[in-house]
């Protein structure tokens, strides 16, 4: 995979819309058809202290996800990247797809809270490698510099 060319096009799209709803749906579009093995890529975004599904493709997800719960919430209340190679070997994973093997999930920060994350989901295990994590991280890095979480379409 070429994540200088993901980077590239992520920030074109980030750039073009303001309105993160609306850039973030456009994003998980292009991850799920840049990277190869994925069966769900999209965002969680943080309310009223917990995980609510955004844009996404894939599957129907899990709608809430409280922050300590699964890998989402996991990586929220670390802070931190969580990668997961073997999701059944993940304790508290939480199923919303049976298809789901492995697990990426990235926190996004506006003003040094974490706002939303980046959930990846493959049906193959051990299908994200530290080259992956360190493209995904540098998406959502631009993702932290171009998007404004409290902008709102009324």
Sequence with gaps: MNYQTLIRQ???LLRAEPWYVSALSNLSALIMSSLPDLNWAGFYLMKDGGLVVGPFQGNPACI????GKGVCGTA???DETVHVPDVHQFPGHIACDSASQSEIVI???MDGSVVAVLDIDSPRKNRF???DR???ESVVKKIESCMDFRISRD
Excluded at 64 to 67: A, E, K, L, S
């Design 129 to 131: 490698a530290d080259e």
């Design 76 to 78: 929220v209340q670390r």
């Design 64 to 67: 809430h996800i409280p922050v």
């Design 10 to 12: 992520s920030e074109e």
């Design 107 to 109: 926190p996004i920060h």
């Design 134 to 136: 360190r493209g995904l």
